[in-house]
């Protein structure tokens, strides 16, 4: 084993998804390198956390803020979760978009989707096209696209826009963004979300995992990573500037400043060494960090990264919810059946309906500003999508003596996995879901609501209507613009910059804002440390990795690490 002294001493600025990845990847080799993770947060987890409400009030103890959850496609958190001793819930994926005759869902067919039929049914026709011709599409934005091929300005207001702009966070630049992405919503094994269908554009309501307690998920994450003895930890400090990164010194070619971030007391700025860096940060703190030391084309590629500036509102108004968004079945909502020819057509429809009258709870909302409808307001109602409120434990539905498919690999049981803790707001759980489990009844659900994009839609915003007696948080978030200038300007260039002046970037912004790429990007720089890959041989988690590995890093997976006559 070699000594202390011939480790290679890396440092990781930021503990979200990406540089926990990272640190978790490396601590794997103790024997090779010594980590520093670093972040001015008091804990880890960037925008996936935890906050706390009144379970006396609301039926639940906490909600988790910024990330929801996420596609059973996405194998690598699920993997990174389950072996922690944490798993994800199931729940069934209603949307409700538009209000009154602009209204359509996933969950019955509604007027607006018998108006679009022939829109639909293009649409199919044109994903396929984008799928066979994805690099010039990847170039060209939504708007342009739905020009192109002569869609109506409605379907895309009302239908496309809306879709796209929920699941990808990418609000209200939502017609700017590279109509790639469309087909990967639809397409892709490793980012679908959804199931196309000629007659009602989504196919069925997707089966989508809602997260386990974040805040307790990541840190059981950190305490797995630093079981090893080689990774530390240093929460509350905050990287101010990267001073050098060119030094043979033999102390390390990096030096960093940073100081403890203590909002009471001014610290004094302290320096350290090490011989790699990975910037698990959004691109702007990359170029603040980097300074003087940034490269050209580092500041072209991370400057073209463009941020919006969202508030999270998260409320129990449902007089606002009800004035802005169809909270209920509605049957003056159905689609006209007078022109439905065939009898198998006909009674999948009533079926649906049926249905919906029974199940009808949203988890996703959108609406239109009647002022400019490109632009929408979204919201979620957390008591239907977050199962603490059903009375399960923050672990999820785990239990200590399951082992199956890597779950509690670790051996280290979470207190979270205490059934107990699922008691807590029971009394306030007077309703019952579809399937008889008790849940607050829609007058006490919390729900949170997002207006978007301050510089350029604020005066459309409706916050000042959510009555202040009933507001529980706010909360701002710096968030990426997926416009298509992205995917010209930065994704296929960051091969580019990593790994020069010893210098990794991680981040789901590199590619796609979703906590799956944001994992892939922290093991992705580990490997090119020299790490091994945590989930070697896991077919479902490698085919992102590999795909990650070569977009964002030019490179394949190391020969001893490929199969195949081709390797």
Request: net charge negative.
């Amino acid at each position: 084993m070699s000594s202390q002294s011939t480790r290679q001493r890396v440092c990781i600025v930021g503990a979200g998804a990406s540089g926990m990845s990272a640190a978790y990847a490396l601590s794997l080799h103790p024997d090779r390198y010594e980590v520093t993770v670093y972040d001015k947060e008091p804990v880890a987890g960037g925008m996936a956390t935890s906050i706390d409400i009144d379970s006396n009030k609301y039926g639940a103890s906490y909600i988790n803020d910024g990330v929801q959850g996420c596609s059973p496609a996405f194998a690598n958190t699920m993997r990174m979760f389950r072996m922690l001793g944490f798993e994800p819930t199931e729940v069934g994926m209603q949307i409700s978009f538009g209000k009154g005759e602009d209204f359509w869902t996933n969950v019955f067919p509604t007027s607006l989707t018998s108006k679009f039929q022939d829109d639909i049914a293009k649409f199919g026709r044109v994903l396929k096209i984008i799928k066979k011709l994805e690099v010039p599409f990847a170039l060209m934005p939504v708007h342009t696209m739905l020009k192109v091929f002569n869609f109506s300005t409605d379907f895309g207001e009302k239908m496309v826009y809306p879709l796209v702009a929920l699941f990808f966070g990418t609000g209200n630049q939502t017609p700017y963004i590279s109509c790639a992405i469309l087909e990967r919503v639809f397409m892709d094994p490793s980012m679908r979300l959804f199931e196309y269908n000629d007659k009602s554009l989504l196919a069925s309501i997707p089966t989508m995992l809602a997260f386990p307690k974040l805040h307790d998920c990541y840190q059981a994450w950190k305490e797995e990573t630093m079981s090893r003895g080689n990774v530390t930890f240093k929460l509350n400090h905050e990287v101010m500037h990267i001073l050098s990164r060119k030094s043979k010194s033999k102390d390390g070619s990096i030096e960093i400043e940073y100081k403890v971030d203590n909002a009471s007391l001014e610290s004094a700025l302290q320096t350290a060494r090490f011989d790699h860096i990975i910037l698990a940060v959004d691109a702007d703190s990359c170029l603040k960090l980097l300074g003087k030391e940034a490269s050209w084309l580092e500041r072209r590629v991370l400057g073209n990264v463009k941020y919006l500036y969202d508030v999270t509102i998260t409320h129990n108004d449902l007089a606002y919810m009800k004035k802005y968004y169809e909270t209920r079945y509605d049957p003056s909502h159905n689609a006209p059946l007078e022109g439905v020819t065939s009898k198998e057509e006909r009674q999948q429809a009533e079926a649906a309906f049926d249905f919906a009258s029974k199940n009808f709870r949203p988890l996703y909302y959108t609406m239109q500003y009647p002022e400019d409808k490109s632009k929408i307001e979204m919201s979620f109602d957390l008591t239907h999508y977050q199962p603490q409120f059903r009375g399960e434990k923050p672990s999820g539905p785990i239990s200590a003596e399951d082992t199956d498919d890597y779950r509690n690999e670790t051996g280290q049981v979470p207190e979270a996995q205490d059934a107990s803790l699922g008691e807590q707001g029971s009394a306030v759980r007077t309703g019952k879901d579809p399937e008889g489990k008790a849940e607050p009844p829609l007058e006490d659900h919390v729900f949170q609501t997002i207006f978007l994009d301050r510089d350029s839609s604020s005066h459309l915003w409706t916050i000042k209507e959510i009555r202040e007696d009933k507001k529980i948080y706010e909360k701002w978030w710096k968030q990426q613009s997926h416009r298509w200038q992205h995917y010209a300007g930065t994704v296929p260039w960051m091969m580019f910059i990593n790994g020069k002046n010893n210098t990794h970037y991680a981040g789901a912004w590199s590619v796609l804002n979703m906590h799956e790429l944001a994992v892939t990007s922290g093991f992705a720089a580990a490997y090119q440390l020299g790490a091994d890959y945590p989930f070697k041989g896991d077919e479902d988690c490698e085919r992102l990795f590999r795909l990650y590995l070569a977009l964002s890093h030019g490179v394949r997976m190391r020969k001893e690490d490929r199969k195949g006559i081709l390797a």
